[in-house]
C-alpha cells in the first residue's frame, strides 16, 4: 500500500491492484487541494474541509458512516467516534477508519476530539500507521494526540490537521506534537509504500503531494 498525503487530513491511499482511495478531501482552509483520481472517496464527517468530494476525480462512490465496506483491493471498517470532549455536544461526531490491504492496516483517526476510551482502542487494534491529527483546536491537541500514540503503539506515526502555508484555520503546526513524542525518530518522506522499514518507529511528516 502506498500513503501520499494531500495536505490537512486528506491521503491517497494506492493498494497494489490499483484501487485508489481519498481520505477527507477539503476545501476552504486556505490553500488548495492537489489535483488527485480515486475510484473512492471517504469522509469522516461532513464538514466542508473533510468532504469536498468535487475536488476528487473519477469518483465511483464515497462512504460517510461507519460500517464495513469492501472497496476494491480496500477493506474499510468506520468506528464512530466523537468530535469533541463532550460527546459531540460541540461538533458531532467524527468517524475513525481502517483502511486495509496488502497485509497492512492505516488508522485514519478522522477529526478525533474525544479522550482514548478502552472501547475505541479495542476497536482501533494495533495498526501499522497511524494518521492523526496533532493542531488543536477542533481536535485533540498535541498532548492528546501523543496519548494516543502512546496507547496505540503503532510502528508508524503520520501526523495531519496542522498548520500549513497559507492555512487559515488557526491549528498549530506539528512542533509540540514531535517535542512530546520525540523518543520517535521524525523524518520527513516523499511517500510511504509499505513495508516501509525506514519509517518504522519513527514519526513520519509527508511532503504535500503535488
Request: hydrophobic share 40%; with cysteine.
Amino acid at each position: 500500500m502506498k500513503i501520499e498525503y494531500l495536505g490537512h487530513s486528506a491521503f491517497l491511499l494506492t493498494a497494489k491492484d490499483g484501487t485508489r482511495i481519498v481520505t477527507d478531501p477539503y476545501a476552504g482552509v486556505g490553500y488548495p487541494m492537489p489535483r488527485v483520481a480515486a475510484e473512492y472517496v471517504v469522509c469522516s464527517h461532513a464538514h466542508g474541509d473533510h468532504a469536498n468530494v468535487r475536488g476528487v476525480a473519477g469518483v465511483r462512490d464515497v462512504v460517510t458512516e461507519a460500517g464495513e465496506y469492501a472497496l476494491g483491493g480496500f477493506r474499510v471498517t468506520g468506528i464512530p467516534a466523537w468530535h469533541d470532549e463532550v460527546q459531540g455536544a460541540k461538533r458531532g461526531r467524527s468517524t475513525v477508519f481502517l483502511y486495509e490491504a496488502d497485509g497492512f492496516c492505516v488508522c485514519h483517526m478522522g477529526d478525533i476530539g474525544q479522550p482514548p476510551t478502552a472501547a475505541l482502542l479495542e476497536a482501533i487494534g494495533a495498526p501499522d500507521v497511524l494518521c492523526i491529527p496533532v493542531g488543536g483546536v477542533y481536535t485533540v491537541d498535541a498532548a492528546g494526540a501523543a496519548e494516543y500514540v502512546r496507547l496505540i503503539r503503532p510502528k508508524i506515526v503520520v501526523p495531519m490537521h496542522y498548520d500549513l502555508p497559507g492555512g487559515t484555520l488557526g491549528i498549530a503546526p506539528p512542533d509540540a506534537f514531535i517535542k512530546l513524542t520525540r523518543e520517535r525518530e521524525q523524518i520527513c518522506l516523499p511517500a510511504i509504500e509499505l513495508p516501509c522499514r525506514e519509517a518504522e518507529g519513527k514519526t513520519v511528516l509527508l511532503e504535500v503531494k503535488a
